[in-house]
């Protein structure tokens, strides 16, 4: 017993108890459900379970329970079976309207007191659970073409503003940055100084000069366009979230990966074309003058002569708008857009909230042009893909079409209405559209999945069976092998596995086939450590020690050969943690937990049991 | 039990020359056969074909690929959509055989072509079957991963050696890095041979393959450093061999065991994991087999010697003079 301090057994039992406790949850299997939660402060309450349970009533779909979380606003039915759930979704969103999202979910059966201390289940993945998976990618040239496009106007504004004399101010090819002609040096001079202070983001450098044409360049630094890139797709993951929640799936997974990639995992979801109709509509949206008259535009559509300063576009029942070239404000500059009525007039309107950038150059433009038209053009994206020359060729197809156009009643900035909307639906749709069009950047989708729920089951199905069956047997053979040691090793490896899933489950790894991979590898390497210290006793029995000599030796002596190849191992899982994709990452993860958990048991555990079993009595032979 | 006798002293040192040539040889055919043959990348690398079917009756995903199969595309991913009618069917060009050369279509002709191959194919033994859409997918490896995977590589190797070299000594964290060397790029090699499909599940199990060779190479270098430490006059060659010898129940068991239960994945865990549980296998091997006849024998060839390994606590003159 002296071999083994009682602090030991104590820490033992303490981590083994707190183990079983979080890994608990995942014997419980989570319950198809309907989650419904109200759009624009409809009440989720007692009236809207007893509408829930009518509807369920006539639909014939009987809910094993219906609870309602006022806190949260969420109602939550829970089925007896996937086919149940489907059926009785379908009925709810027919029957609730358009004021409650009705969305698929899996409603946890854990019980409340394991839940008050936040042992949850692991999360499936898709491949788990079925669903839809997205890969996009923001596309980085149109980051640098909006950025250059929007300096080029600035630029040609603040030397227009401030007096200074200029040829022209133009795009440079993409990534080049504004190309300033003046006509002295001095305006160069001041130009650069004067760009310099307002916009510290740009370079400036001076170009050649001959006779009465100097040349200014202005290119975007590459950190500025850096933290821009950064700054769009943590933007677009928002708006991608939002969009999501208006196709109503509950826990999606909107996470960005790499430097310019999102992905989005949808669970539940099946219908890949409704949900990229939504999350695929890469849209954007901007805000322009309304130039000339109706009829000017009809003549201009008409006849394909375009005004020089106005550009054409259609809306949605084709009409024809003359719109100005440049923007007063674009979907990145957006807030927020709810539809509503007009308090005075009583009459359908969206209010509009512009971030503080965009209501500057809101004001600005309205107080000059009180009375004037203002439109909203609405851009979706989308992709065509080619091959040419074995290699792959993407190009965008855009398609710009404008939703509103209105006249300007007066002055404002950041927060503005648009009236004389025809319908409540109309407005609904437009706020949708604006709220939905405020990606920064567009994106676009690259890969896409299906998985069905059924594949789902059969995954989880096999990967049960595998790290059963993995475990069994290498259960088996350590006992036969090793014989009583190899029966402590093996309690050792199941608390292994044991802990492993706490873990796993108390800071939410999400489980995937690839993690399950990692499961079953793990389990057959921790058995490493056992084998290690059942070889290293046998070697100090045949040395001649006594059996607790040769216990303690053993377990000495492989110690530092555990550590040793343990430490290694680990650099090797945390590389692969730290790689950006999906089914390396989680491998990694689970392989790194693994390696700590196996450290733990197969030394620390088997050594107390062993203890336990030999200390304290004299030993002829040991049982190795 | 015990399966190995362990008074066993087989020289293993003694086939160095054929062993660590036949390493060299192995990685040599290795580099060869991935530089010309390449690797049959799966979708995830190189995107393909999606085309989805819907049947007017229940459908067994099973009956599907084999209907592909039997018309000559290799490795069709079939994965139920929704309910038992539904599939979606994905596909590369290049295993279609009707479209072979597809590489030169655009990828909407390419999925044109090969849609359409799809069709007759399923249409021959399910009348009942029609497209509902077809699409071109782009790959999923971006050059994040790539990046990415270059620095985490860099990583691991920095950091085994480092330890290495701090816990033991230059020459261990070398040889180690060698046999790392050889065990990836065997494993790679026979992946290129076979030609089976080449996923991310699979790299990560390449990755995989490192930590268990790794894994496997310190044990007996551990005992090397010990035996090294502890034994007098013995001669560099014959501290390795009984290195060998010693871990080698140990070294075999615990393949074994791995081994085990990978093949548990293999044979139960489903398509999904087939291409890891297959990789660890030959991992397994190639690294168990590293770590018997390569490892040590580099070690010897770098001369690592006693003087190296002893700890290097205090310096007694008196110590140093005797003999």
Redesign the interface.
């Known amino acids: 017993m002296s071999d083994f301090p009682r602090w030991k057994y104590a820490l033992v039992v303490i981590v083994l108890l707190v183990g079983i406790v979080y890994a608990l949850p995942n014997v419980f299997r989570p319950q198809p459900a309907v989650q419904i939660s109200g759009n624009r402060g409809a009440a989720v309450d007692a009236t809207l379970k007893t509408k829930v349970d009518a509807l369920l009533a006539t639909a014939k779909v009987p809910a094993s329970a219906v609870d309602v979380n006022e806190k949260d606003g969420r109602l939550l039915a829970r089925f007896g079976s996937v086919d149940d759930q489907a059926k009785a979704s379908e009925a709810l969103r027919v029957g609730l309207g358009d004021n409650y999202t009705v969305a698929l979910n899996l409603a946890s059966t854990v019980p409340s007191w394991l839940r008050s201390i936040n042992a949850n289940s692991m999360p499936l993945g898709l491949?788990l659970q079925g669903g839809v998976h997205f890969?996009m990618?923001v596309d980085q040239t149109a980051v640098i073409d909006s950025q250059e496009n929007r300096y080029t106007d600035d630029i040609r504004a603040l030397l227009h503003d401030k007096g200074v004399q200029y040829d022209s101010v133009t795009r440079n090819a993409r990534g080049q940055g504004v190309n300033m002609v003046l006509r002295s040096d001095a305006d160069r001079q001041k130009a650069a100084s004067l760009i310099g202070a307002d916009y510290p983001d740009l370079l400036v450098t001076d170009g050649a000069s001959s006779g009465n044409s100097f040349v200014l360049t202005a290119s975007v630094k590459p950190a500025k366009l850096r933290e821009l890139s950064q700054g769009m797709i943590t933007q677009n993951v928002t708006t991608l979230r939002q969009r999501v929640n208006q196709l109503g799936v509950s826990e999606p997974l909107i996470q960005q990966?790499?430097?310019?990639?999102i992905v989005v995992d949808l669970a539940g979801v099946?219908?890949t074309?409704e949900a990229k109709k939504i999350i695929g509509a890469v849209a954007t949206l901007q805000y322009r003058a309304g130039l000339y008259t109706p009829q000017q535009a009809m003549e201009a559509a008409r006849s394909g002569s375009v005004p020089p300063d106005a550009k054409l576009y259609f809306g949605r029942d084709h009409q024809p708008y003359l719109l100005s070239k440049k923007i007063i404000a674009s979907g990145d500059e957006l807030v927020t857009a709810t539809s509503g009525r007009d308090q005075q007039n009583g009459s359908p309107n969206v209010s509009v909230t512009l971030n503080s950038a965009g209501a500057r150059k809101m004001q600005e433009f309205t107080n000059d042009n009180v009375g004037k038209p203002m439109a909203v053009l609405y851009i979706t994206r989308t992709l065509?893909?080619?091959?040419?020359?074995?290699k792959?060729?993407?190009t965008p197809k855009v398609t710009e079409e404008v939703i509103n156009y209105a006249n300007i009643s007066g002055p404002f900035g950041k927060q503005f209405q648009t009236n004389g909307l025809p319908s409540d639906n109309e407005a609904a749709e437009l706020a949708l559209l604006l709220r939905g069009g405020s990606l920064a950047a567009p994106v676009d989708i690259?890969?896409?999945?299906?998985?069905?729920?059924?594949?789902g089951a059969?995954?989880i199905d096999?990967?049960f069976?595998?790290v059963m069956?993995?475990?069994g047997?290498?259960l088996l053979?350590?006992a036969?092998?090793?014989?009583l040691f190899g029966l402590v090793a093996d309690i050792a490896l199941f608390f292994n596995l044991v802990l492993l899933v706490a873990v796993m489950s108390a800071i939410g790894v999400t489980l995937t086939?690839?993690g399950?991979?990692?499961i079953?590898?793990t389990?057959?390497?921790a058995?490493?450590a056992n084998?290690?210290i059942c070889?290293r006793i046998?070697?100090e029995l045949?040395n001649g020690s006594s059996p607790l000599a040769a216990i303690r030796t053993g377990y000495d002596?492989a110690w530092?050969?555990i550590l040793?190849?343990?430490?290694?191992?680990l650099?090797?899982?945390?590389?692969?943690m730290?790689?950006?994709?999906?089914?390396?990452k989680g491998?990694?993860v689970t392989?790194f937990i693994g390696i700590l958990t196996s450290m733990f048991t197969s030394v620390t555990v088997t050594h107390a049991i062993t203890a336990l079993i030999h200390g304290g009595r004299k030993l002829k032979t040991l049982s190795v | 039990?015990?399966?190995f006798n362990?008074n066993a002293n087989f020289n293993f040192l003694g086939l160095r020359r054929f062993s660590v040539g036949l390493a060299v040889l192995l990685m040599v055919a290795s580099v060869a056969l991935i530089v010309t043959k390449g690797f049959n990348y799966g979708q995830d690398f190189v995107?393909g074909v999606?085309v989805d079917v819907a049947y007017a009756n229940p459908v067994d995903?099973n009956d599907v690929r084999q209907a592909l199969t039997k018309a000559g595309m290799e490795n069709p991913l079939v994965?139920?959509?929704?309910g038992?009618r539904e599939v979606?069917v994905?596909l590369q060009p290049k295993d279609d055989h009707g479209a072979a050369g597809a590489?030169?279509?655009?990828?909407?002709?390419?999925a044109a072509k090969v849609s359409a191959d799809i069709m007759v194919a399923l249409k021959a033994v399910r009348p009942d079957a029609t497209m509902k859409?077809k699409s071109?997918?782009?790959?999923?490896?971006?050059?994040?991963?790539r990046s990415?995977?270059i620095?985490?590589?860099l990583?691991?190797i920095v950091?085994?050696m480092g330890?290495?070299w701090i816990?033991f000594e230059k020459r261990f964290a070398i040889a180690a890095l060698a046999t790392e060397i050889h065990d990836v790029l065997v494993t790679l090699g026979i992946f290129a041979l076979t030609q089976r499909e080449f996923d991310?599940?699979v790299?990560?199990?390449v990755?995989?393959v490192?930590?268990?060779s790794?894994?496997d190479k310190?044990?007996v270098?551990?005992?090397v450093r010990?035996l090294f430490r502890s034994s007098r006059n013995a001669t560099p060659e014959e501290v390795l061999n009984r290195s060998i010898n010693?871990?080698l129940?140990?070294t075999i068991?615990?393949s074994?065991?791995?081994?085990?239960?990978?093949a548990?994945?293999f044979?139960?865990?489903?398509t999904?994991?087939h291409g890891?549980?297959i990789t660890?296998l030959i991992g397994i091997l190639v690294g168990t087999l590293s770590s018997i006849f390569v490892a040590s024998p580099l070690l010897l060839w770098l001369g690592v010697s006693k003087q190296d390994l002893m700890p290097r606590a205090k310096e007694d003159p008196e110590l140093e003079r005797r003999p």
């Open positions: 491949d890969l990618e990966q790499g430097a310019n990639q099946q219908d074309a065509d893909t080619k091959m040419v020359d074995g792959e060729v993407k690259v890969s896409e999945s299906v998985i069905g729920p059924s594949l059969d995954n096999k990967g069976k595998s069956l993995g475990l047997l290498v053979a350590a036969i092998y090793y014989k086939m690839p399950i991979a990692g079953v590898l389990l057959g390497m058995i490493d084998v290690l070889e046998r070697e045949r002596k530092a050969t040793d190849a343990n430490v290694t191992h650099l090797a899982a945390l590389g692969l730290t790689m950006g994709s999906g089914p390396i491998f990694g392989l | 039990m015990e399966i362990h995107g999606a995903t994965q139920a959509v929704g038992s979606t994905r590489t030169a279509l655009s990828g909407d002709e390419a859409s071109y997918v782009g790959p999923q490896v971006g050059e994040e991963l990415d995977g620095y985490a590589v990583f691991v950091g085994i330890y290495l816990r991310l599940t790299l990560a199990s990755l995989a490192v930590g268990y790794i894994n310190v044990v270098f551990d005992r010990e010693s871990t129940s140990r068991i615990t074994l065991f791995t081994g085990i239960t990978m548990a994945l044979f139960f865990g489903g999904v994991v890891f549980a660890m």
